[in-house]
């Protein structure tokens, strides 16, 4: 079956690949920074990154935790590392610990790393992942990547408008992916009650991303893609708009000219 989501986003540094729709399933894979953000169901791609940030313990962020270890083990690949907020990390031990006991296997392959606010990890080639809090329902890590003193990228994984006050540092990456599940007029209770973004708190510190690429994720599946690109364009101020991305396949990455 091909997934309709599934899309690849060149930034000029690097590429991303992935798909993020909300409450369904979040991934994204960057094979030049030797990492994976998120790893939703864990198709087949994401099994093969060394190194997954998992921004929190919800479902459609981590599904796939015990097929990404299985997996690892079946094809002796060396040790992946899966890194998650530090409250979740005896759970998700326990959970891998369950399907060992299940299976009657052992998951030697995979190591459960758990990560608090300040905390950083190096990655590959020099670089280093720094952890920064979002704010939502569950404890929620935000990461920014680092290389020598420039910030990279910076993904907010699932949050509400709180960390716009939270983390400054969100807002000077290079790359932002920013969680954006609520676009239409009337949803905005809808954003507050879950604690999810709605592109109007994007639009309210429009002025404040000095980011060369805000990539909007996680868009609730009550949208079809052709409606997200039109009503963000619509919505978008103008500030915003050359720099704007979707994460979503072509042909609704961009929001176009506007009017
Ligand atoms: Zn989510
Ligand atoms: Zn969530």
Known sequence: MIDKD?????????????????????????????????????????????????????????????????????????????????????????????????????????????????????????????????????????????????????YTGDTDRGIFERCEAMFKSEVLIVECSFIEDGDQARALKYRHVHFDDIADVAERFENRMVVLSHFSRRYGRAEIRDEIGRRCPAVLRDRLWLALPEPFQRVGGGD
């Open 6 to 154: 599934f899309f690849t986003l060149d930034t000029g540094r690097f590429r991303i690949e992935g798909r993020s729709r909300s409450g369904h399933e979040t991934y994204y894979r960057i094979r030049e920074l030797g990492i994976a953000l998120d790893l939703g169901r864990c198709p087949d791609l994401i099994v093969s990154a060394p190194q997954v940030f998992v921004t929190h313990a919800h479902v459609d962020h981590c599904a796939g935790l015990a097929f990404y270890a299985a997996q690892r083990h079946l094809q002796r690949m060396p040790v992946g590392r899966i890194y998650v907020p530090a409250e979740a990390a005896d759970g998700v031990r326990e959970l891998l610990a369950l399907h060992e006991r299940l299976a009657n296997t052992h998951f030697d392959e995979v190591e459960v790393v758990g990560l608090a606010e300040g905390d950083a990890v190096r990655i590959p080639r020099g670089r280093e992942v720094r952890v920064h809090r979002s704010t939502h329902r569950v404890p929620t890590n935000a990461y920014e990547i680092r290389e020598s003193d420039a910030s990279l990228l910076f």
